[in-house]
């Protein structure tokens, strides 16, 4: 019975309504910031201030780097969605489903790109940490000074709080707990006793520790996962093209699409929404961690959100994709997990045990990370309520290791509709600031556009509930 309510609240929410919409400022974006993930003109610069700066010197008193900005970022994009998520978009939707997944990322690279902007542009310096923190719930409710803004902000954070116990903790630590029990027999107790020890660890560390723990965990777990996905390629390059051409031909076909009678709009709704489930653009939720970055203009932290949607969707989902279609496995949720099998048996199905753990815990410590930045702007003085925060989180991560998957799946799902909603709407409202500040930066050669690092807590950080806290 709660499944099927669930089914109905996300086919509604993610119906052609929400579906248009998204691409349609997906194009919007795209357009008017010159082509930006793409144009001849301007990736270089994109390439030069992301990938390149990794080999530039970096003093030791500097704060939290871009690069580990977009680290913890990728921590939360780079979840079970890139592994079980595939294979459930391939069930559902068909190999078609891919394509318009990344159709969606194509666009989301804008999208991703002004809300990181934006994060970093009305960031505030926190004075009792000496530390960087933004997000949406900050550019909508001081870029929108008014009752609307206010009210989309309050949403905001409600929903990001209410996502951090689905796609942050309940549906990684399902993924964990699944994949240790079916590859080393590991009990759900245990694994719910040491998640949440471990969340707890962190949460005990602020934000620094949650940086600092991505920085060093996501380029790992990325390179390891790659390097299985790789061999499983290699194993079956004669059928790589085949793959392709699936995905291509069904995303137009309606007997592309796998137990549905949608057809076309099925492997669209699927794909997008599946997209954005992996690398949130739209969401809005990723840039809490891009605001926490020294970098000194939003327009090079915002080459850091294009990065970050391509490694993610582009690069990740895409490969996942690639292996399960080439290996002939039944499509499912654990379409790899049996890709990975078949190719190296018991050592393959463990190696990915250990990637989903990875990728998992990744998603929970940046989760944490954006859920108390959301407690934090409703109740800026409340102890207590941080206290409640950090002990329903931990108890959803506990939990998410004894709960079914499909029903977690549908919740978030559902919040992620929560939360694109009136992010897309706040960006649209401010999204002349950015194309005007982007146009300056490569106008003037790529010279830094400042932003103002807002430190008054008083004038600047009030949140909604505060008279409440």
């Known amino acids: 019975m709660l499944q099927q309510i669930l089914e109905s609240a996300v086919q509604l929410l993610w119906g052609r309504g929400t579906v248009a919409f998204t691409l349609l400022c997906g194009v919007y974006f795209t357009v008017c910031t010159g082509f930006l993930p793409i144009s001849p003109k301007r990736l270089p610069t994109v390439l030069r201030k992301t990938v390149g700066s990794l080999f530039e010197p970096r003093k030791k008193n500097d704060g939290v780097s871009p690069f580990a900005a977009v680290s913890t970022a990728l921590g939360g994009t780079m979840g079970v969605g890139n592994i079980v998520g595939v294979g459930a978009a391939l069930a559902l939707g068909g190999a078609g489903s891919i394509f318009w997944m990344w159709v969606g990322a194509f666009l989301g690279m804008a999208t991703k790109y002004m809300e990181v902007f934006l994060a970093v542009q009305w960031r505030q310096r926190d004075p009792s940490s000496c530390s960087n923190k933004g997000g949406p719930m900050y550019y909508i409710s001081q870029g929108i000074p008014n009752l609307l803004g206010k009210i989309l902000a309050v949403i905001f954070c409600v929903f990001c709080a209410l996502a951090s116990f689905t796609s942050g903790s309940m549906t990684q630590t399902n993924a964990i707990a699944q994949s240790l029990m079916e590859s080393f027999s590991v009990s759900h107790l245990l694994c719910a006793i040491v998640l949440t020890v471990l969340c707890g660890w962190v949460l005990s560390g602020g934000c620094d520790r949650a940086v600092k723990t991505c920085s060093?965990?996501?380029?790992?777990?990325?390179?390891?996962?790659?390097?299985?996905?790789?061999?499983?390629?290699?194993?079956?390059?004669?059928?790589?093209?085949?793959?392709?051409?699936e995905i291509f031909a069904q995303a137009f076909s309606p007997s592309g699409t796998v137990g549905a009678a949608a057809g076309f709009f099925t492997a669209m709704r699927v794909g997008i929404s599946r997209g954005i489930f992996t690398h949130e653009a739209g969401l809005g939720s990723?840039?809490?961690a891009h605001a926490c970055s020294?970098?000194?203009?939003?327009?090079?932290q915002g080459f850091w959100g294009i990065f970050e949607v391509f490694c993610d969707t582009i690069l990740v989902c895409t490969v996942t994709a690639v292996a399960i279609l080439i290996s002939g496995v039944p499509l499912s949720p654990s379409s790899a997990q049996a890709a990975f099998g078949m190719v190296m048996g018991d050592a393959g199905e463990k190696m990915l045990s250990v990637a989903i753990s990875l990728f998992a815990f990744a998603s929970v410590i940046s989760f944490c990370l954006y859920g108390q930045r959301c407690v934090e702007?409703?109740?800026?003085?409340?102890?207590?309520?941080?206290?409640?925060?950090?002990?329903?989180?931990?108890?959803?991560?506990?939990?998410?290791?004894?709960?079914?998957l499909s029903p977690v799946f549908l919740l978030a799902d559902l919040?992620?509709?929560?939360?694109?909603?009136?992010?897309?709407v706040a960006l649209v409202i401010l999204s002349p600031q950015v194309f005007s500040k982007t146009k300056d930066y490569f106008l003037k050669g790529g010279n830094k556009v400042c932003s103002s690092v807002r430190s008054n807590p008083k004038t600047s950080s009030n949140g909604f509930f505060s008279s409440l806290s």
């Open 377 to 404: 702007y409703l109740f800026p003085k409340s102890k207590t309520a941080m206290r409640c925060y950090r002990m329903l989180f931990l108890a959803g991560c506990a939990t998410g290791c004894f709960t079914q």
């Open 294 to 300: 020294d970098a000194k203009t939003p327009v090079e």
């Open 415 to 424: 919040l992620n509709a929560c939360l694109l909603i009136p992010n897309l």
């Open 286 to 288: 990723a840039s809490i």
């Open 216 to 245: 060093k965990l996501v380029p790992v777990m990325s390179l390891f996962y790659l390097l299985g996905c790789g061999y499983i390629l290699f194993r079956f390059r004669q059928n790589i093209p085949t793959a392709f051409h």
